[in-house]
């Protein structure tokens, strides 16, 4: 089959790799019919998270049940699903209590509680790298998927697949940032990054009753974006103050709730860089730039 495969930094192709096959009888093969890049990947791409063999790309997908395994019961050949991007056992503590991204099971060679550079990890997450379980991911023809009776969703034929692939990880995302923050109805939202995930993160936080929703980003386009399809105030941190804006807004109140949907690659002051390579930090490759 055809795939886009990680190679070694900067470096991906769009090669012919083995099919994948069962190789537990929970799994299922999955013929993917819509795939998306997501910013995550850029940081496999860019380096930042290491990965030192070829490994298939991709962590957002879906596509129709094409094989699977004996003990697979929610799932027959045909159906069509939506993977999530965190691999999920189903059973330990952790996805028993809501929090399968913190699975037990699925990343067993490098899970761990401390989070550290290269070892002590959260659950395997498709197509990212081999200190998240090594699965091959979605950006490709076929895919194994492992656990099928877990995280997979099956998507009525009513809804296409443009509008549910999100449904894999971006917007799942940006709710979760708003659902964490248990909004009561009638808060002023402040959300700072209006990438992907920003943009996620405004709809849901109207969606939860937001009577104000304020984007901040320093990108003028994006703010351009997220007013024209998300309604929102847009603050630019290079034009105002963005803190005296926000009370400004709120009667010297402020934002009820701040969400950071900025993530792995913050802009950064000259001080912020030398501040970021001093302490190791791992978080964004352009430290050093």
């Not at 699975?103 to 498709?126: I, R, T, V, W």
């Not at 909004?183 to 002023?188: A, I, M, P, T």
């Amino acid at each position: 089959m055809k795939a886009a495969v990680f190679h070694k930094p900067g470096d991906i192709s769009y090669t012919t790799v083995a099919d994948p096959r069962i190789e537990l009888a929970t799994d299922i093969i999955l013929k993917v019919t819509s795939t998306a890049i997501c910013g995550s990947d850029l940081h496999i791409l860019n380096g930042a998270v290491p990965q030192s063999s070829d490994m298939v790309m991709g962590h957002e997908f879906m596509g129709i049940v094409e094989e699977v395994g004996a003990e697979v019961k929610n799932l027959k050949k045909g159906d069509r699903v939506i993977v999530p991007f965190p691999i999920a056992c189903g059973s330990c503590f952790f996805c028993n209590h809501g929090a399968s991204p913190s699975c037990e099971n699925s990343n067993y060679k490098h899970y761990g509680p401390n989070g550290d550079l290269m070892d002590q990890k959260g659950a395997a997450l498709f197509g990212y790298t081999d200190l998240y379980g090594g699965y091959s991911g979605g950006q490709a023809e076929y895919v194994r998927v492992p656990y099928a009776d877990v995280s997979p969703r099956i998507i009525p034929d009513n809804i296409t697949d443009e509008q549910a692939l999100f449904l894999t990880d971006i917007f799942p995302t940006g709710w979760s940032g708003v659902d964490w923050a248990q909004l009561k109805g009638g808060e002023v939202v402040a959300i700072f990054g209006s990438g992907p995930v920003g943009l996620m993160a405004q709809k849901a936080a109207w969606l939860h009753g937001a009577s104000r929703v304020i984007a901040i980003d320093p990108l003028d386009y994006r703010l351009e974006k997220a007013k024209a399809i998300n309604k929102v105030d847009t603050l630019n941190p290079h034009k105002v103050d963005v803190v005296e804006a926000i009370r400004e807004m709120t009667q010297g109140r402020g934002a009820d709730v701040c969400i950071d949907a900025v993530g792995f690659e913050p802009e950064r002051s000259f001080m912020d860089k030398v501040k970021a390579t001093i302490n190791f930090e791992k978080g964004s490759m352009k430290v050093l730039e």
